[in-house]
């Protein structure tokens, strides 16, 4: 049995973050649960795709963030608890639902999970989703530790049942990505049966229903309102007159500073967990009772904000520190002694940080850089476009996947990146404006996601480019999630359709489309080749299976390669490639035999046909 | 409880976020409030991975620059980049067998002398004990063991309030059963090697 369906209330057991808020779904009696998979919120998602094969639980990996969060919306409104999930930048994909699901509120309980990601660990950008609450009018929580991402996600599913409202639970990495113990509460059964009682008057928000709506929406709000007044997870410790308004992981930092500085007796900590609406009265209660406020939280001056205008409707005149004295950045993210130093200054507390080791004069680290795999496909597609596109001036978007990375040299492939699909859109703009020849990079799960727009626009107004699709098979970059180009009878798992890239491309008019299998180089380049020089919209679908999810599902695998003695030293494996299988010992290219996936590329380039497979004895 | 942080660097592949992991269990068997973190973008891309584990009563799961109480390092020149989270109190156990990044193997930069970046660990830190962790992974019996090599060294080091049962138990527990004989070997491999050294 999976482990996050264990019966036993009462256990402990050492959860990460993401387990923690599957779990939480499960005691919540979640029926539902889709997303579009995205770091750091993906492992939740894992989990409900292991526990809907052993439980009564609907899972489904949509195409995108704005499908899965269409599916959630109408089995919420069919009744049944569900939550979708996704990061931070899928609620921009997802907010065009979201938005209007606001008017129309839900009858089962929706939470929508958002976890942002501050610092960008594996983001394009840093934005700070609890302004979606604000955006939208819909309710917030937040949680502070492991636990808590256990136990409010039933709770943010009760509130939304009694507001009628999908609720946004709001992470971070540091929630998502933090492992610590977890007691475990009782399990729901789920209802898992749900119906939809017809009411247009409610259900279809034409401009005559939508007034209404947004009417109820804001009375909706007035009540959220209350709720956070009332909030177990909205909560006051200490009565010192040193006041502390903090969320999220920021809380914690605040409690280890106070003991750290021996403040707890001075300080009175606010912690927000249910953000949006803000407790208004009980701020200004908070206020009333300090002499000085700093507020800690990591992103924007989303409660600090908020805060002083309450003050000023108050008209209390009591300092509120924050971002906007420069205590804290909008940038990054947080750390204790980062958060230490801030209350230290703040309330001018005798502190002297731990001397930092002087570093200057340490020895040189080499990087150690993020890279494509050895015997990585995409490697391979790069190095087929490099060569065809020898002697253009060209211009390539890129887009979001492992093969972002092949922006690095030598391959230097990918000049411009947005997010999710926008490499199709972008290259028809280029197109239009530049006299570059444009080449676009796209895989196969974000082509499905959001490259089909793009690619219709370009054959609808007769752009210029050529869109290569690196069709590997599956969701690389995330952890091998399927998505719906990939065969789910070959993973043994029934009951799925599957659609054809090749026959998308073909369907919307596209006339020229080449398939390629990128280590056979030759071919590849002179089918790259012809594709560059069609003057219209023209498609390369690059297919080869991720070598590293081939070598978990246990595909055979070439046999690795060796350098021979006929090496002459030209390197160009090493400079043109850059496959981490290679290494030089003693001036002499070698291969790692472990690492080889046996991909050939690197022989069918070597200008001496030096690199040879190894033969069995 | 005193606040112990240990810090974990290592290079995607190494078994490092097992070995934190079997360090959760060990603290929960033996009932020390244990929070840990990880950062590991892209280390199945060949990056870096780091835990940071915080044992004792303490709410925060990173750790801050300098504030590391113990830095265990699975890689040399990932111990040494990882230097700015140690203090002059901090005791540092390191893996002395190189896994050198691609820009090394291939000649584009050069990795640090191994005998210079333990003068310099030496000098800076309270207490280093460095050895080839990977040759008694092999000694035990599986190469992939040096994360278990490791967690034999910090544990006799005191370091970290973790008793050698419980981690012991843990790594019954937590790691596969095939691997469970030739893990606890390594892990008393490492046990032993560091009594000598530091």
Redesign the interface.
């Known amino acids: 049995m999976h482990k996050l369906l264990t019966e036993h209330s009462g256990l402990?057991m050492?959860l990460l973050g993401n387990e923690a808020i599957a779990r939480g779904a499960v005691e919540a009696g979640v029926a539902v649960a889709t997303t579009y998979p995205g770091?750091p919120s993906s492992e939740i998602s894992t989990n409900f795709f292991q526990i809907s094969r052993e439980s009564n639980l609907y899972f489904e990996y949509s195409t995108n963030e704005k499908v899965a969060l269409e599916v959630a919306a109408a089995t919420a409104n069919s009744g049944v608890r569900s939550m979708c999930v996704m990061k931070h930048v899928g609620m921009n994909v997802a907010a065009d639902v979201f938005m209007t699901l606001a008017y129309i509120g839900v009858k089962g309980g929706l939470v929508i999970v958002t976890a942002d990601d501050p610092y960008m660990?594996?983001s394009q950008n840093e934005q700070d989703n609890r302004y979606y609450g604000k955006f939208s009018g819909l309710p917030v929580v937040e949680p502070?530790?492991?636990q808590e991402a256990k136990d409010m996600v039933a709770y943010a599913f009760d509130i939304s049942e009694k507001l009628q409202q999908p609720v946004i639970f709001r992470t971070t990495t540091?929630i998502n990505?933090?492992?610590?113990?977890v007691v475990f509460g009782e399990i729901k059964a789920p209802e898992t049966s749900g119906d939809i009682s017809k009411d247009p008057f409610n259900q279809v928000p034409v401009p005559a229903v939508a007034r209404n709506l947004h009417a109820k929406l804001l009375s909706k709000l007035e009540t959220a309102e209350k709720m956070s007044e009332n909030s177990e997870y909205n909560f006051i410790m200490g009565d010192g007159v040193w006041g502390i308004i903090c969320n999220g992981?920021s809380?914690?930092?605040v409690?280890?500073a106070a003991?750290d500085l021996n403040i707890e007796h001075r300080i009175k900590i606010f912690r927000i967990g249910f953000s949006h609406p803000m407790p208004r009265a009980m701020i200004k209660r908070f206020l009333k009772e300090c002499e000085k406020v700093l507020v800690v939280e990591e992103g924007e001056p989303f409660m600090e904000e908020t805060v002083k205008m309450l003050a000023q409707e108050e008209k209390l005149t009591l300092p509120i520190l924050g971002k906007s004295q420069k205590y804290f950045s909008r940038l990054y993210e947080f750390?204790?002694?980062?958060v230490r130093q801030s209350m230290a200054t703040c309330f001018d507390v005798a502190y002297t940080?731990?001397?930092?080791?002087?570093?200057s004069?340490?020895?040189?680290?080499?990087?150690?850089?993020?890279?494509?795999?050895a015997g990585c496909s995409h490697r391979a597609t790069f190095y087929a476009v490099k060569k065809a596109s020898e002697g253009m001036d060209t211009i390539c978007p890129t887009d979001i996947g492992?093969y972002t990375?092949g922006f690095l040299p030598p391959l230097a492939m990918g000049d411009f990146l947005i997010c999710m699909g926008a490499s199709a859109g972008v290259s028809c703009g280029f197109s239009i404006k530049t006299n570059k020849k444009v080449i676009s990079f796209i895989g196969d799960s974000t082509f499905f996601h959001s490259g089909i727009p793009g690619l219709i626009n370009a054959v609808y107004n007769n752009h210029n480019f050529t869109m290569v699709i690196l069709d590997n098979g599956t969701t690389a970059m995330t952890g091998h999630q399927p998505h719906p180009g990939v065969d789910m009878k070959k993973l043994n798992i029934d009951g799925y359709g599957m659609v054809s890239i090749e026959d998308i491309v073909r369907a919307v008019g596209v006339s020229h489309v080449t398939v390629i299998r990128p280590y056979r180089v030759k071919k590849s380049i002179h089918a790259v080749k012809e594709a560059l020089n069609f003057k219209g919209v023209s498609v390369v679908i690059s297919k080869e299976m991720c070598t590293?999810y081939a070598r978990s599902l246990k595909k055979a695998r070439g046999k690795p390669f060796f350098v021979s003695a006929k090496c002459k030293g030209h390197k160009d494996c090493?400079n043109e490639l850059?496959c981490?299988a290679?290494?030089?010992e003693d001036n002499r290219v070698n291969i790692d035999p472990v690492m080889c996936s046996g991909c050939s590329v690197c022989a069918q380039i070597c200008p001496e046909h030096a690199i040879l497979p190894i033969r069995d004895t | 409880m005193n606040t112990t942080r240990l810090i974990i660097v290592a290079v995607g592949g190494q078994g490092n976020l097992l070995a934190s992991r079997v360090i959760g269990e060990a603290a929960l068997l033996s009932d020390i409030p244990v929070r840990m973190s990880e950062i590991h973008g892209m280390a199945q891309r060949g990056g870096v991975v780091e835990s940071s584990i915080v044992f004792g009563d303490a709410q925060s799961t990173v750790i801050s620059d300098g504030e590391a109480d113990v830095l265990l390092g699975f890689e040399p020149s990932e111990t040494l980049r990882a230097l700015n989270k140690c203090n002059l109190n901090t005791v540092v156990i390191t893996n002395l067998a190189k896994l050198p990044s691609f820009t090394v193997t291939t000649g584009k930069s050069v990795y640090p002398n191994l005998d210079e970046l333990q003068e310099l660990i030496r000098k800076k830190t309270a207490k280093l004990i460095a050895f080839d962790a990977a040759s008694m992974a092999i000694q035990a019996g599986n190469v992939l063991s040096v994360n278990m090599v490791l967690l034999g060294a910090l544990i006799q080091t005191h370091t970290v309030p973790l008793s050698t049962e419980n981690i012991k138990e843990s790594i019954m527990k937590r790691t596969r059963k095939d691997f469970v004989e030739s893990n606890l070997k390594a892990f008393e491999l490492g046990f032993s090697a560091a009594k000598g050294l530091g």
């Open positions: 402990k050492l770091t660990f594996s502070s530790s492991v540091r990505h933090s492992t610590a113990d992981v809380y914690n930092y409690s280890d003991k750390d204790p002694a980062l940080p731990a001397k930092a080791l002087d570093l004069d340490i020895l040189e680290i080499p990087d150690r850089p993020p890279n494509l795999c492992c990375l590293l090493i850059a981490p290679f290494f030089i």
